[in-house]
């Protein structure tokens, strides 16, 4: 995808709609990036070209059916409904009118624990508000939403909460000091008291069923102490948000996935080490007894220390080489705002070869893993650079050479960047201390 496009939802249950380039007066996309659904359930996403005019129904459902159909028998399959021969402009009629769930939705409240869900935002009260809302909105029995205000520098975030949900008991603000993502979620770590614990970035927007879906991944398999989700753009209407999605974008495929050192792990040669299959930080829930139990996030990686990110990453690691299991859960959704300007796109990069590095450099530091580390690092910068490696394949021939450099940079520069950071850690420790 090379030029802005309509970022879309289509429902299989429902009948179709026409796919139009645009409202009158918003400047028409040429093509649109369609999240196709069944039950709620993503099945996958479809490139329709807009550029010859709206797309009608029936194209649509030829589309679908051509790209999608194996999703979609297997879905129907594993909900014990009976298959179908094609898809029509009318959408699919699977036995659960009236306002029956379908089955694939039909666990009882009961199965679902009390819930916290925590958002860490900094001097951002429009974005964390619709972030809120959309969790309050949500498909799911009971739960706390805990907005952490991370070394605030004004009251507009407590204010914009206080209007917006100052009278709903569900919704708590606390302030925590320390600058930094991880020292923000570690805030709202203590304060939960939920028997699950999940953790969304503010710039994002939840589907109704992404808790619901998310607590669900823990009974993926025995012993999972984290549940990621999947995370589609909200919006890609500049360069740098089409951009992102070609650097790697976030969503890690519609097909669940459970981790492991052992039965689940897979055949990847840099696996547990190549992180950023696990999923991100900005939709995850875990076990918060083994969370704690394993320090929290780590305060010397993220943002707003000199490493950049990698607190979540780091989590997810700590918790596969502890012996526990993480789960890549799709059926959990969020939309995020991917940054508009490239110049943000280019920071962006560079924190996250920093955050990816830190990370790295940390574990080989820390744990017992740096033999089996250092040789596999030959296989990484192979990875790395590769042009046909799963981490590059996506990128077009407009995707700026800068952007793959400034990535590299932020990759060397790691290693003294966690070195940094956790000297001052270790300082502010002892001076509070």
Known sequence: MQAPARVLDVELSEPLPTLDPGAPGDTAARSALVLVRLHGVPLGTLEIDLAQGPVPPAALAEAAWAELRGPLLGHL???????????????????????????????????????????????????????????????????????????????????????????????????????????????????????????????????????RSLVLGFQAAPGVACVTGMILPAELETPAQIWIEEFGGFDKGYEQQVFDLGEYAPDDPLYPYSVGRFGSGASAAFD????????????????????KGGEDLDAFLRIVLAGHRLVYEPRSLVRHRHRREYDDLRRTVRGYGIGLASVLTKTMATSGHRLDMLRRIPRGALYFLNPGSAKNDKKTSTFPRQLTLTEMGGVLLGPWCYLRSRVRTRRTQRSRG
Do not use: K, M
Not at 116 to 130: A, K, L, N, Y
């Open 77 to 211: 399959a594993h909900d014990g409904l009976d298959p179908v021969e094609s898809l029509g402009t009318r959408g699919l009629v699977t036995g659960t009118a009236g306002g029956t769930r379908p089955p694939c939705q039909r666990h009882p409240d009961a199965e679902f624990p009390f819930a916290s869900v925590v958002i860490s935002t900094h001097e951002r009260p429009g974005p964390v508000c619709e972030c809120v809302a959309s969790v309050l909105a949500a498909d799911y029995p009971s739960l706390e939403v805990i907005v952490v205000d991370n070394a605030p520098s004004s009251s507009a975030t407590r204010d914009a909460i206080a209007e917006r949900f100052g009278n709903d008991p569900r919704v708590a603000y606390v302030v925590e000091t320390t600058p930094g993502a991880s020292a923000g979620r570690n805030r709202g770590l203590r304060e939960a008291t939920g028997g699950v614990v999940a953790f969304l970035d503010d710039d994002v927007v939840v589907d109704r069923l992404w808790l």
């Open 288 to 307: 918060p007894a083994i969370l704690r139990a394993l320090g929290g996030f780590d305060t010397s990686l993220g943002p707003a220390t000199p490493a």
